[in-house]
T-cell receptor, first 111, second 115 residues
């Protein structure tokens, strides 16, 4: 089946690095995504990684993919208070084109 | 360029009523998907339409239906509303459907409250 799991909550201090983890089950997924959702807002695509890549870096964001363990992580360097939000991991089902989301990780950044 | 737009932004209905939510995709995008996000959870896939045809359907009852118009805008209809239908309904548009990278751009959502 298709399932995506995330830890529910992460608290860090401003300036520290944040690491948000995700596991998925669909080994045929072609793309994996990280979305950010601020209170009362829609979803903002932060970054994505193709399934044949191990790592992707984009400014303060680093995505690591362990395809063998079906584990995805998002590292945010120098976390700021503006990074406080809910972060969703999602996999793209190659069969249906639908996105399968995790339940979201709430990131709290303390000043 | 305008992003994905949805209307209305907020809606309050009572149990048993019917609701229609609307979505306009980004210009040039032919695919529209609908997701339901219940408070505290991740979005759940409801429908995907491409070129006015249904291409995918999630695990939702027949009370949920949708359609896509010639201009690629879309409507999501929900009949016989239940309290559990209270959620943020998100629309996403993309230029294609499946199998390849196709970034899905999300609208701000319609928050539906069923009393």
């Amino acid at each position: 089946g298709e399932d995506v799991e995330q830890s529910l909550f992460l608290s860090v201090r401003e300036g520290d690095s944040s690491v948000i983890n995700c596991t998925y089950t669909d080994s045929s997924s072609t793309y994996l995504y990280w979305y950010k959702q601020e209170p009362g807002a829609g979803l903002q695509l932060l970054t994505y990684i193709f399934s044949n890549m191990d790592m992707k870096q984009d400014q303060r964001l680093t995505v690591l993919l362990n395809k063998k363990d079906k584990h995805l992580s998002l590292r945010i360097a120098d976390t700021q208070t503006g990074d406080s939000a809910i972060y969703f991991c999602a996999e793209l089902s190659s069969n249906t084109g639908k996105l399968i989301f995790g339940q979201g990780t709430t990131l709290q950044v303390k000043p | 360029d305008a992003g994905v737009t949805q209307s209305p932004t907020h809606l309050i209905k009572t149990r048993g009523q019917h609701v229609t939510l609307r979505c306009s995709p980004i210009s040039g995008h032919k695919s529209v998907s609908w997701y339901q996000q219940v408070l505290g959870q991740g979005p759940q896939f409801i429908f995907q339409y491409y070129e006015k045809e249904e291409r995918g359907r999630g695990n939702f009852p027949d009370r949920f239906s949708a359609r896509q118009f010639p201009n690629y805008s879309s409507e999501l209809n929900v009949n016989a509303l239940l309290l559990g239908d209270s959620a943020l309904y998100l629309c996403a548009s993309s230029s294609s459907t499946s199998g390849f990278y196709n970034e899905q751009f999300f609208g701000p959502g319609t928050r539906l409250t069923v009393l």
